[in-house]
């Protein structure tokens, strides 16, 4: 007993000291190695074009991926937004990392096979995710039905939620009625008898427009007072659900100018996110131009337009708003201020091709004309 402890207290020499103080190196580094292979294990997800490598996935909190980032900062992404996602679980999210793979790849087939397989086996938000993303994957492929099941499904969400399914509405919406088309109504009237909440009745209801516009069905224009006077919530206000108020709108001010669809219009005016805009700005000036009586008609007719060329000069519609403004303009006798406006339209690189046409006609035609 003596000699052991005799021995273990003797300081060490020669090879038993380099040996020691390998080990104590070795015991100093083990941590730092093991932290470095956990963090090597992370979730990848691409949105934006902007990769992120080493992250880990949370949470899904009213359509936003909660993402914990490589700096330690957690960020909200948009379900719709995220390019790809790969994420490090193993097991059944095998299939989820392919069928990511092959959306990415634009195979929304082959996709959607795995997303369906992994939405049956996934636990937690994960099958809203895989809805979310089956969603997306049917619209591509024109299954209009089965992209409007999956429509529902993120709507009335737990972790997705109507936030989410506005900015899924599916846009492949084919023009003939057939099968597809029609078990997409049977879905949306059958959710809609359900008395579902103010959010998920106008997401429906937009819907369900939006398909019967599209396959020119004649219960459209009955449909039509509903999406165009509705209230649009906050948590469903997103750019594919005001497209649909706009077409909307549009379809019913040519039909009739009242109070309701101004008012209808100033909202939406408003409210609208920023993208949209343009659009809204665009309609009421030509509203106001078919119903203005007196210079002072004319001249709120202009701003709208004249509003959308000078804040977005660099949007498609600013051209559209020159030649709105020039033709408020010349109505009230200022020709040469109608021929500049014109002139500038012609200078914009990325108007439409119909817009510059009208202008090129507008332009011959007053300069044709002597003051």
């Given at each position: 007993?003596?000699?052991?402890?005799?021995?273990?207290?003797?300081?060490?020499?020669?090879?038993?000291?380099?040996?020691?103080?390998?080990?104590?190196?070795?015991?100093?580094?083990?941590?730092?190695?093991?932290?470095?292979?956990?963090?090597?294990?992370?979730?990848?997800?691409?949105?934006?074009?902007?990769?992120?490598?080493?992250?880990?996935?949370?949470?899904?909190?009213?359509?936003?991926?909660?993402?914990?980032?490589?700096?330690?900062?957690?960020?909200?992404?948009?379900?719709?937004?995220?390019?790809?996602?790969?994420?490090?679980?193993?097991?059944?999210?095998?299939?989820?990392?392919?069928?990511?793979?092959?959306?990415?790849?634009?195979?929304?087939?082959?996709?959607?096979?795995?997303?369906?397989?992994?939405?049956?086996?996934?636990?937690?938000?994960?099958?809203?995710?895989?809805?979310?993303?089956?969603?997306?994957?049917?619209?591509?492929?024109?299954?209009?039905?089965?992209?409007?099941?999956?429509f529902i499904?993120?709507?009335?969400g737990?972790?997705?939620?109507?936030?989410?399914?506005?900015?899924?509405?599916?846009?492949?919406?084919?023009?003939k009625r057939d099968a597809k088309f029609t078990r997409s109504l049977d879905q949306l009237d059958s959710a809609l008898d359900h008395e579902p909440g103010v959010s998920l009745r106008v997401l429906f209801q937009t819907l369900r427009y939006e398909i019967l516009v599209r396959t020119g069905d004649e219960r459209a224009s009955r449909a039509r007072g509903q999406v165009a006077l509705g209230r649009i919530p906050d948590s469903v206000g997103s750019e594919q659900v005001y497209a649909v108020v706009h077409g909307a709108l549009r379809e019913a001010l040519r039909e009739e100018i009242n109070p309701d669809l101004l008012a209808a219009l100033n909202r939406a005016i408003q409210d609208c996110p920023d993208a949209t805009l343009p659009s809204f700005l665009?309609?009421?000036?030509?509203?106001?131009?078919?119903?203005?009586?007196?210079?002072?008609?004319?001249?709120?007719?202009?701003?709208?337009?004249?509003?959308?060329?000078?804040?977005?000069?660099?949007?498609?519609?600013?051209?559209d708003g020159l030649v709105g403004g020039a033709v408020a303009l010349e109505r009230m006798g200022r020709r040469e201020h109608a021929i500049s406006l014109l002139e500038e339209c012609l200078t914009q690189k990325n108007a439409r091709e119909e817009t510059r046409r009208s202008a090129e006609e507008a332009l011959a035609r007053l300069r044709g004309v002597k003051p």
């Open positions: 007993m003596r000699k052991w402890r005799a021995a273990s207290t003797r300081r060490p020499t020669g090879a038993r000291r380099v040996g020691l103080r390998r080990g104590c190196v070795l015991s100093f580094l083990l941590p730092a190695t093991i932290l470095f292979l956990s963090s090597a294990r992370a979730d990848q997800l691409v949105v934006k074009g902007e990769n992120h490598t080493i992250a880990k996935v949370l949470s899904l909190e009213k359509g936003q991926l909660q993402v914990r980032l490589a700096d330690g900062r957690t960020q909200g992404f948009w379900i719709d937004q995220i390019e790809l996602l790969l994420v490090d679980r193993g097991g059944v999210f095998e299939d989820f990392n392919q069928a990511e793979r092959f959306l990415s790849a634009g195979e929304a087939e082959k996709a959607a096979v795995r997303f369906e397989r992994a939405l049956r086996l996934c636990g937690d938000f994960w099958p809203e995710v895989c809805a979310a993303r089956l969603a997306a994957a049917y619209d591509r492929t024109g299954q209009l039905d089965k992209a409007t099941m999956n499904r993120v709507a009335r737990r972790f997705a939620g109507p936030s989410a399914a506005a900015r899924l509405m599916p846009q492949n919406i084919p023009a665009l309609l009421k000036g030509d509203t106001l131009l078919r119903t203005a009586a007196s210079r002072d008609d004319l001249i709120r007719a202009s701003w709208p337009f004249l509003h959308v060329a000078a804040y977005r000069p660099s949007d498609p519609r600013a051209a």
